[in-house]
C-alpha cells in the first residue's frame, strides 16, 4: 500500500489513517485512489498551508525582534504578523467545529501527522520561553494584548483538536512544557 493518496480534484495529500471508513476506494493503475468529501480535502489543505505559517510567523517574529533591537519599530507594525496568525487560526479552529465528530477525528488525525500539535506549542511558548518578550504575569499589560489574543485562539485550537481524542492526548503525557502550558492557560483567563 501506498503511505499517501491523492484527490483528484483538489490535489491535496491525505495519509490513509486520516480517512473515514465511509470513503469510498477505487482501484486505478495500481494506485489506491481515495475519494473523499469536498469539506475534508479543504481543511487538509488548511493544515498544510498551517506548517509554513506558523514556521514562518516564529522566523518572522525573531527577525522583527533583532530589528527592533537596533531600531524603533511602531508597535501597530509588530503586531501585524500576530493579528494575521490569529486570522489564520480563527480558520484552523472552524475546521474542526463545522463537523460531524466522526470527520473531526479524520482532521484531528491530520493535524497529528502534520506535526502541528508540536507546532503549536512552539508559538505558544514563543514569546515568554523562545524570545522572552515578557514574562507570564505581564500578559494582563494592555501592550500585551495580540499575543493575549493569539494565545487564546491557540488554546482553543488545541481544545478542538484533543476532544475525545486519545492519540492527541497522548502527545501532551510526554511533552516537558505540559505545566507552563497549564500555567499560561491561568494566566490568560486569570486564573492564576
Known sequence: TVDHVRDLEGGARLSHSALTARDAIYPDDGY?????????????QIMQIARSE???????TQL??????K??????????????????????IECFEACSSSSRSSR?????????????????????KGLHLFSLGDLQNQ????????????YSLLEAIVRNNEKNQAFFADVES???????LGYDLGVL
Not at 501592550?143 to 491557540?154: A, T
Open 32 to 44: 489506491t485512489i481515495i475519494r473523499t468529501e469536498p469539506a475534508l480535502v479543504h481543511d487538509c
Open 54 to 60: 506558523f514556521v514562518e510567523f516564529i522566523a518572522a
Open 64 to 69: 522583527q525582534l533583532q530589528q527592533q533591537q
Open 71 to 92: 531600531e524603533d519599530i511602531p508597535e501597530q507594525e509588530i503586531a501585524k504578523p500576530i493579528h494575521h496568525l490569529v486570522n489564520f487560526v480563527v480558520q484552523l
Open 108 to 128: 484531528q488525525a491530520v493535524f497529528h501527522e502534520e506535526g502541528l500539535i508540536a507546532l503549536t506549542l512552539s508559538v505558544i511558548s514563543l514569546p515568554t
Open 143 to 154: 501592550q500585551h494584548q495580540p499575543w493575549r489574543e493569539l494565545l487564546r485562539r491557540l
Open 178 to 184: 505540559l505545566d507552563d502550558l497549564v500555567a499560561a
